[in-house]
C-alpha cells in the first residue's frame, strides 16, 4: 500500500466550476500538509500548507484536512484556464522531515 | 523571494557519457538541497537529500556511485550522473530548504530533463 494515495485523473472541468481534488494517507505520524502546482514541464510550486486538521483558505483556493480519516483536499472555486496543471499533494511527518508526494491529479478547465 | 534554479533546462547526451546538473538557491542560503526524479505522468520521488558541507543520503535503491552528489556551497549543489544510460532519462528536479525562515518549506526548481541516446 502507498503511503499516499492520489487519483491521477485526468480531471476535465468547465471554466467556473468548483474543483475537488484529494488524497488519502496512511501513516497517521503524518502532520504537515501541503499541496503543490505543476505545470507542465516546470517545477512544484507551493500552493498551501496546513499542520492541523480543518479548512485553510487562500484566494480561491481552500486546503481541508481530516486526520480522524487520513483524508486531505483541495478545493478550487471558480475555476480558470490557468488552473490547468498537476496537483501534487504532499506530506510529512515531522518539521523536518522528508516529503511524501501523491501521484499527482492532471486538471484541465476548459473555457 | 525565495527562487531556486536550475541548470542546464535541458541536455541530451549518448549513452556512457556523464552529465552535471547544478541547483542554485538565487536570493537565500539552503542547508538542505533535495533531488527528486519524476517519469512522465508519475509523482516525485526523491533520490537523495544533501546538506551543506556533508555526503548525501541516498533513498534506497538509488544507486550513489551512479548520481553523485556535491553540495558545496550554501548556494549550490551539484547532481552528476555517470555512464548515463537510456534508462537515466527522466526529468531531474531540486528543491532547497531555506535556512533563515524557520519553516522547512522545500522551493523547487524548475527541473532538468535530461535525454540519453
Known amino acids: 500500500q502507498k503511503e499516499v494515495e492520489q487519483d491521477p485523473g485526468p480531471l476535465s472541468v468547465p471554466e467556473g466550476a468548483i474543483v475537488s481534488l484529494n488524497c488519502t494517507y496512511s501513516?497517521?505520524?503524518?502532520?504537515?500538509f501541503m499541496w503543490y502546482r505543476q505545470y507542465s514541464r516546470k517545477g512544484p510550486e507551493l500552493l498551501m500548507y496546513?499542520?492541523?486538521?480543518g479548512n485553510k483558505e487562500d484566494g480561491r483556493f481552500t486546503a481541508q484536512v481530516d486526520k480522524s480519516s487520513k483524508y486531505i483536499s483541495l478545493f478550487i472555486r471558480d475555476s480558470q484556464p490557468s488552473d490547468s496543471a498537476t496537483y501534487l499533494c504532499?506530506?510529512?511527518?515531522?518539521?523536518?522531515?522528508?516529503?511524501?508526494f501523491g501521484e499527482g491529479t492532471q486538471l484541465t478547465v476548459n473555457p | 523571494g525565495a527562487v531556486v534554479s536550475q541548470h542546464p533546462s535541458r541536455v541530451i547526451c549518448k549513452s556512457g557519457t556523464s552529465v552535471k546538473i547544478e541547483c542554485r538557491s538565487l536570493?537565500?542560503?539552503?542547508?538542505?538541497m533535495f533531488w527528486y526524479r519524476q517519469f512522465p505522468k508519475q509523482s516525485l520521488m526523491l533520490m537523495a537529500t544533501?546538506?551543506?558541507?556533508?555526503?548525501?543520503?541516498?533513498e534506497q535503491g538509488v544507486e550513489k556511485d551512479k548520481f553523485l552528489i556535491n553540495h558545496a556551497s550554501l548556494t549550490l549543489s551539484t547532481l552528476t550522473v555517470t555512464s548515463a544510460h537510456p534508462e537515466d532519462s527522466s526529468f531531474y528536479i531540486c528543491?532547497?530548504?531555506?535556512?533563515?525562515?524557520?519553516?522547512?518549506?522545500?522551493?523547487f526548481g524548475p527541473g532538468t530533463r535530461l535525454t540519453v541516446t
Open positions: 504532499a506530506i510529512r511527518e515531522t518539521s523536518g522531515s522528508r516529503l511524501t
Open positions: 501513516n497517521s505520524a503524518f502532520q504537515y
Open positions: 496546513t499542520y492541523s486538521s
Open positions: 536570493d537565500f542560503q539552503a542547508t538542505t
Open positions: 544533501s546538506n551543506e558541507g556533508s555526503k548525501a543520503t541516498y
Open positions: 528543491s532547497a530548504r531555506d535556512r533563515a525562515s524557520g519553516t522547512y518549506e522545500q522551493y
